[in-house]
């Protein structure tokens, strides 16, 4: 399975950006796609998942950050709104075969087997 993120960008507090991942190979039953995000001298954090189409988010971006997929382009989707430089991350986008449905394992990053290759968002003040 390779996974493709895009959608890097410098953005301004209160703006939004759009990421994508798209997904090829062996992409058959994986139904669970996360995204998390790595800050400079920060540990990696869950942002949002989706598993079918239940999605989950962390606290931190509930109500700003929307995860949605296209099963058709094998694509999910991160839409980032009313930003703020505390989001500035390497996002990274994962897949795991397995169907998780409770909030503690699919937000663990290790629980994930394919990874992207991250992609910049940059907030300024």
């Known amino acids: 399975v390779q996974l493709q993120a895009s959608g890097e960008g410098l953005v301004q507090a209160g703006g939004s950006l759009r990421l994508s991942c798209a997904a090829s190979?062996?992409?058959?039953?994986?139904?669970?796609m996360g995204w998390f995000r790595q800050a400079p001298g920060k540990e990696r954090e869950f942002v949002a998942a989706i598993s079918w189409s239940i999605t989950y988010y962390a606290d931190s971006v509930k109500g700003r950050f929307t995860i949605s997929r296209d099963n058709a382009k094998n694509t999910v989707y991160l839409q980032m709104n009313s930003l703020n430089p505390e989001d500035t991350a390497v996002y990274y986008c994962a897949t795991t075969p397995y169907y998780y449905s409770d909030y503690a394992t699919i937000s663990n990053g290790l629980r994930y087997d394919y990874w992207g290759q991250g992609t910049q968002v940059t907030v300024s003040s």
């Open positions: 190979g062996r992409t058959g039953g994986r139904y669970v």
